[in-house]
């Protein structure tokens, strides 16, 4: 029996399921706009086929491996976080497949049915028993041309796909692409944790780098201003449309040049206490929003994540290994010192996400329901799924309508799962609108052109794609 | 095809949605009880036509222009907001019916479509393409006599409506009303902010206007309270039931009557800091809450609003232009020296409401579950809607239950919304208690007995009308 | 027609009902395990009939006379609460009964319906006319012998009943069971807060005590350590597999031994603040699961109850009636310094509870899908309740998925409730499942194997049982 059911993820009352099947029909095959995630430009500069299953699946998932590690019987070394000299990568999946059952009702169960069955072909369920199957199955494709980068982004028909890059990226996998001749479209986005936050691993020295790269003495709190400037025109120049700030808090400041100047000393040379590098980066969120209105890049917020939270394992393992949590946000009074600044601008555009629903309805939905520049982004990292899905649509939906949201985001490192969080997105999409199609609180040809709306014209409209 | 569906708003699934429409059957022809809201008593005082469609429909309503003034590309100007020396009407009607897509999925897109085919029989979408029919047939309508005020009151089979007015309102407008021989009941709410909140534009003026309306000395602090105590008699003899208060916190502190009478001196003087402010604001709930057990008059706390968030907006256009942004509110410790005081008198109602939705479950329905005199006001503002609804009675009902809430408040300042908004109350309720029938949680006479308990009869004890 | 339906609480689409019921079905035979509550080993030590209806139903019940207070017209001294002498069970009764209809729609309802028609066969339902059938019918039942504690362990089908016990309890209850012979296993749950809650009433006699009744020096900070281990080892022995930790908050602590011993002697002194009474308490959980690490007993975090929240009833009437408020908690921050200590144990349990369920997706599900150590606890308090249950597997499988879940609780000091409990914990089991399976979001197959895991086979596990 296949795992994936034509109707996956549709309601289950029948006059509902049916107009949900209409709407999802017609949106199934429209190209992939992916213009938010983390899969590597290498891969498409450079063509060559992906590792074995493990490696492919397994080592770069921190969804996967948080599940396996909190069970106990499973240590992050088995999994091939870490030092993976020795690794055994048949070994590896062996674990995951026998594990198979914990991701029950999660995203990842969905996600990676969808890659087995539709990339793969393979329909028996993965278990201790069908592993090695799935291992070979898998290896043997893998080796093929066709699921080579390249020839696995247009067999999954996307249109465009942003990366992201740090500011201290030399962008020269981009530029290959773009050299290649090839026609995909794979975009940078600029990244800039590593030099406006001062808790970033040798900060200072990244500011340094910086001026380095872009000619300008990062020493001075005016010269750093001008390299970030140059920095993002370089990320422009490659096509890139947008930024991303991943911040603890969604705290904006607005200081007078003086104080920022002060601050900035501070924070270069070491000395400056936790509550001023909150600060900073406070300020900084504000200062790139000024470069927005000034060039136009579309600027992403992802604030509220705990980052490390497990101080054993971040020691052992470092950063992304699964031990991050999502902490209350208050966008309310966070964001205003922003928005006092560039809150009524005409050319610019804020996305901003949570990992705190309970903000979906009390803030940010009636903070996009009236700033121009706000937009909210669909529903992030522990949320990327259908109940997550649906709660952000019942949540944001009666304040702020569905044009200021943004269509979906698949932000995933795993190239492989693209068609199938988008399949998903589309799904869920189909669903609560024919939700509200069978509950007459829309016409069905409304919900027809929202379903089109939500899956190409918002993101290309939002993104500038 | 016209724009409501009967059976609009109820479940999909057809067991379901049979017990809800003959709920609803029992309910929707019941008297409108509007026990809270922004109508004008001037309109039923003097009874004249209402002005053209945009000035009816979209100038008052802040739903309504936050929506397109998000959207990047509609100025507030374009919508009569602010000067409106040169308006033109028919103007601004065209840019709103040609951006009306946006209200997709929102409760003022049911409202509206309600009011234009249930009171000016239009059955055509609103769009670009009908603006002008709709224009044309609105101010046709506006001129006839069915459509003045009083007229509108009976035809919506209004019961009584209260308004909501300044303590230092004459209430002319009301004595008017009661002296024309009217039969048409309109009560006014004593709404104190301007006299109570430090923060509010000239708080020292009003104060002093207090006094002379009421021939005390409010510059002392038991002259203030005895101002304070009269103006409270002013409206319970115009037959006012209720008192309203919005504040930024559900913060309430009880001092000893020196403390009181030393931040008194020192909010009027206007050399007191932020923090005293918020606590001048904190003590006269207290205050208002004692005088309710002597007076009787019903208590309305509308707590966690972050007004005119907006800085530009608001220095240009002022208050209620749509820049509200809800916060989180904490009410367990906030109401607590309230609570010691008056929590447990019989002679007390406090009527409590939201913007915080985490807090139905956590806070508001164990408070209400337990205190004598704390009863649940409906979803309000934002959560006005049919999403919201269900979510109120989700998280309050299996701890408060039904009857520690007190039926529907329209809120509402456009008068022509009130049938559509209980309609869409009646019909959530129906749905709500038609899905506890259909899951066997309730049995249907006890349905059909709550269906009538939520639509009129606990209004009627709750707010003594 | 008789109270109860035999599809109750299964969603009412036909499809998802139908698989609904067969899961049911697999599960609903299955015995009862019981792993946390407050029934009274004295119970089943001295196997004594139960006393009158009243005092069986309503008199121990908080959420039951919270509910009937909360309207104004029944006050606690009509329920039989505080001073006892010349009650009138059959007058408490017919109060309660004339009153029951204000429990529509919540799981009170739902429970007591079950024990009226499943224990004592009555099928009317229970209004001012019935409360004398009702009471007459149940006096006369519950003076037969098949009505006696063990009795109705054995019929109830409870494999295991865990207790919830001060650690100054002598557990001579526990010992006598031991001694009787009896099969039924009840087992003790070490409750540590009058020892180590500097806030607890006679909090250093307690201490004081505790060294008199494990002959250990409590005055010194490691002699009290010493005493603390000997009760858990009491505990132990009588079977005991866990402790339980009501905190006003989840807040821990990491301090060196030094300042852990300078803070004890404070808060044994009487002198500290409220500051350092709550750092008390915080270091006192990192203590605790220190010691579950060496003695393996499971450790249950009860935080976020504002205890006692109105002060006159406090005054009046004492603890636990109902005037317990849930606040807002903060996992992420609070668990940290614990977690830095144990969180990467292999052998530890820290089961989480709580009564802010906007923590469930932001920070619970995050935090027991990574930390080997933690797992969730079911919906506590007021979320044991059908609607409770739905959200809390919404809201945290698609994170931490159903394994780091540990089945039900029942919770409750209603020993006649519990079959009602469990029924309505494994009807919205099946109902959440069977629409994981109507979706196609989940295997048939797999519905019944989790079925089984969350009535028995998670709750064995993790409470080591």
Known sequence: MPNLHPDRLFPADSDTRNIARRLYQSIAQLPIISPHGHTQAQWF???????????????????????????????????????????????????????????????????????????????????????????????EKLSAPEFRPRALYERFNIEVL?????????LQAHQQIRSSGWKGRILPTFRPDAVVDPDFANFAGNVKKLGAMYDEDTETWDGYLRALRKARARFKELGGTATDHGHPTANTANLDAASAQRLFRGVLSGSSSAA??????????????????????????????????????????????????????????????????????????????????????????????????????????????????MRFREYTTETAGFYNTVGFNDDTRAFLSIPARHDVARRMDSAFLAKLVAEHRLDEDEAFDLAQELTNDLVRRAYKL
């Open 162 to 170: 942003s990366t992201t890059d740090s500011a201290l990226d030399s």
């Open 276 to 389: 001023e590098r909150e600060q900073f980066r406070a300020q900084m969120l504000t200062e790139m929003a000024r470069m927005s209105v000034e060039d136009g890049l579309v600027m992403q917020i992802h604030p509220g994540s705990f980052r490390n939270h497990n101080e054993a394992i971040y020691r052992k393992f470092g950063r992304d290994v699964g031990a991050d949590i999502p902490t209350a946000t208050n966008y309310v009074d966070g964001l205003k010192p922003l928005l006092d600044v560039v809150g009524n601008e005409q050319n610019l555009t804020i996305i901003l996400f949570t990992l705190d629903e309970s903000a979906y309805g009390r803030e940010l939905a009636p903070l996009a329901g009236h700033y121009p520049c706000l937009l909210l982004g669909p529903p992030w990292w522990f949320f990327d799924s259908p109940e997550g899905m």
């Open 45 to 139: 500069a450079e063509d060559q086929p992906f590792p074995d299953p493990a490696h492919l699946f397994i080592v770069p998932d921190h969804y996967i491996f948080r599940m396996l590690y909190s069970q106990r019987k499973i240590q992050m070394e088995q999994l091939g976080i870490g030092d993976s000299k020795g690794d055994n990568p048949r070994e590896i999946w062996r674990v995951f497949a026998s594990s198979y059952y914990l991701f029950r009702g999660t995203p990842t169960r969905i996600w990676l049915d969808f890659a087995f069955q539709e990339l793969f072909g393979i329909e028996e369920r993965l278990t201790a028993e069908t592993a090695d199957l799935y291992y070979d199955r898998i290896s």
